[in-house]
């Protein structure tokens, strides 16, 4: 669960792909069944009044970085507090897709600079900048990590 400077809040849930989140994402009924599966499988991925149901509360505008790429929101019943669902194959603050900047990111951790890769993969020395600066946004602490084997299709 993330929480940006607006108050806006996020829930991070392991679609398979993108073909996957889009075959679901107008169909109320398969995503509500999709969401459902993984709070019993982790409910720690999800705020504490979601076992008192939610309803979807539209999606969010689309996103021209990103070809059109639009989330889902949900309110929890309980709360009346909304959240967003991002698919864990999109980046915060929808930036890149995390297959998109994968190799680049590898790269940063050793200190390859910025030039070097707007060379290597394109863009400009700013967006890889802005790309590195934004793993900082999210504190650690209350950052749920999970091995990616216990994630399965849940449809």
């Known amino acids: 669960m993330e929480k940006n400077k607006k ?35 982790h409910p720690e991925l999800f705020p504490k009044d979601f076992e008192r ?19 889902r929101r949900i309110e ?7 959240y967003q669902i991002r698919p864990s ?3 915060p603050y929808m930036v890149a897709y995390t297959n998109d900047i994968e190799k680049a990111v590898y790269l940063m951790r050793f200190g390859v600079p910025f030039y070097a890769l707007t060379y290597v993969f ?4 700013m967006y890889w900048y802005r790309i590195h600066n934004s793993f900082g946004r999210n504190p650690i602490v209350g950052t749920t990590v999970k091995s990616p084997k216990s994630y399965q299709c849940i449809l």
């Open 53 to 71: 149901g939610f309803i979807f509360r539209g999606s969010t505008e689309c996103s021209k970085k990103q070809n059109s790429f639009q989330m």
């Open 76 to 82: 929890l019943k309980a709360s009346e507090e909304v």
């Open 122 to 125: 394109g863009h400009n020395d």
């Open 7 to 41: 108050g806006a809040k996020s829930i991070c849930l392991p679609f398979s792909d993108k073909s996957n989140y889009k075959s679901i994402f107008f169909d109320n009924e398969k995503l509500r069944t999709f969401i459902n599966n993984l709070y019993n499988l």
């Open 89 to 91: 194959f999109m980046m």
